[in-house]
């Protein structure tokens, strides 16, 4: 399939408020499958089918493949070639608006993902995939460059942050392929990079902490970001009801020194303070 010359005959201009950009390159797609591995006997999530680039041939590799489109002309299109095969099926939904716990019932419990995501919606997804973590295997999503520099960014480093330091919590992040902007129609005016995110079950870390949760977590983690420039004790302060006193309690015991800066702390320090965090207050 020439994706430009189909795009221009059946007048499905890449759309810029979907943030469409579609692999042209089926060298590049066959690279993004064989690095992602799904197994024969998998049901894979697409989300974002476009021309069916990735789907056919992922189809060919697996089981089954529920494919989301948002845009209604694409599905339409889809619809009136009948050139997906038949073990895929097709749905118009957003899928930000999607029920990822109602598709990982029919994938079979867990959800694994493959995606070439419009950069301006990575953000909102890999904040929907940590809220419903568990239901998630993995996924294997096209990201820009820096996005996927940012969510596994180590900790005194400008780019860590909320993102890396929650899905790091939860997830191993192995960057597969970066792609240029030379594989996409439009060409976007930046590199691309395709990572894995493989969820894990909780570590006995976590287990060992009655009071810890993501939610804890995440409330935390965005307060000290918010202010990433200030102190511990003075990012904290005010963060789920606690007052600057609390705060300090809270930090000492942690053993966490007040002083130190959101971006200085590692993974597993933000874990043991959310674990303190969400005990009863005083």
Known sequence: MNIKSTLRDN??????RFGQNFLVQRQMVEAIL??????ADD??????????????PLAARVKGVIGLEIDSGLVRWHEEE???????????EDLLESDFRQLAAECGGRLRIIANL?????????????????????????????????????????????????LGSCALMEPLLKI????FHPRPKVDSMVVRIKFNPPSAEIKALPAYSLKIL?????????????TLLNALTGAGGRDKSAVRLILHKAGISEQRRPDQLTIREYIKLAGCFSAPKA
Do not use: W
């Open 34 to 39: 064989n690095r992602a591995a799904p197994e």
């Open 218 to 230: 995440k409330m935390l983690v965005k307060a000290a970001f918010g202010k990433r420039r200030k």
């Open 118 to 166: 419009p950069y301006s919606i990575s953000n909102p997804l890999l904040f929907k995939l940590l809220d419903c973590h568990e239901v998630v295997d993995y996924a294997v999503l096209m990201l820009q460059k820096e996005v996927a520099e940012r969510i596994s960014a180590p900790p005194a480093t400008r780019e860590y942050g909320v993102l890396s330091v929650l």
């Open 82 to 92: 009948g050139d997906l095969p038949a073990n895929v099926s097709l749905r118009h």
């Open 180 to 183: 240029g902007p030379e594989n």
């Open 11 to 16: 007048n499905l201009a890449p759309k810029k």
């Open 43 to 56: 049901t894979i999530l697409e989300l974002g089918v476009g021309l069916g680039a990735m789907t056919i």
